[in-house]
């Protein structure tokens, strides 16, 4: 069963730190990883995605990856209330099918 | 703005109802998926067509009929629903070789 874990929430963090959410998974194979961001009542919107162990940047966010450690982290930078939303990790391996894992629900407090 | 389409936003229907949630998209994906997601929960892998052809059934109820008209539309058909399958019903596509999953909206549902 391929499963994926991440931390557990609800996190709070107060505006303008760093929020930092993270995944592991426990399938080897696993080739393409992506952190996506759901509001509620609103369908997951993709944010960030790596394939290749390091980190990638794209403005606020950065997503690191270490496969051999099969764990993959988001971080948020200059954490926004507007970034308060449920973040899914989601983890694809050779095929269609995607893994979510079960979400973190992030609070920037204002 | 979404480039995956669904229809209707929000629908009502009670146990003994037939109806189809619709889904386009024009990104020249060729996967295309349907989840289901209730609250405070992850997106629940259902059914997921490559190629126009049906590749994962996750033994959904035979009370959903997921169709594929073409490499562009998708349609879930249901029929004697519960309420237990009151959810929100989203469907994605993919393009195989990036592998980005980009959702549509949803389709809010509730089964009376």
């Known amino acids: 069963q391929k499963e994926v874990e991440q931390n557990s929430g609800p996190l709070s963090v107060p505006e303008g730190a760093i929020a930092s959410l993270n995944c592991t998974y426990s399938d080897r194979g696993s080739q393409s990883f992506f952190w996506y961001r759901q509001y509620s009542g609103k369908s997951p919107e993709l944010i960030m995605f790596i394939y290749s162990n390091g980190d990638k940047e794209d403005g606020r966010f950065t997503a690191q990856l270490n496969k051999a450690s099969q764990y993959v982290s988001l971080l948020i930078r200059d954490s926004q209330p507007s970034d308060s939303a449920t973040y899914l990790c989601a983890v694809k391996g050779y095929g269609q099918n995607f893994v979510f894992g079960p979400g973190t629900r992030l609070s920037v407090l204002p | 703005d979404t480039e995956v389409t669904q229809t209707p936003k929000h629908l009502v229907m009670g146990m003994t109802n037939k109806k189809s949630l619709k889904c386009e998209q024009h990104m020249g994906h060729r996967a295309m998926y349907w989840y289901k997601q209730k609250a405070k929960k992850p997106p629940e892998l259902m059914f997921v067509?490559?190629?126009?052809?049906?590749?994962i059934n996750e033994s959904v109820p035979s009370r959903f009929s997921p169709e594929c008209p073409n490499s562009s539309l998708l349609n879930l058909h249901l029929h004697a629903l519960q309420p237990e399958d009151s959810a929100l019903y989203l469907c994605?596509?993919?393009?195989?070789?990036?592998?980005?999953?980009?959702f549509g909206e949803g389709s809010r549902l509730t089964v009376l």
């Open positions: 994605a596509s993919s393009n195989r070789t990036l592998g980005e999953l980009f």
């Open positions: 067509y490559s190629y126009e052809k049906l590749s």
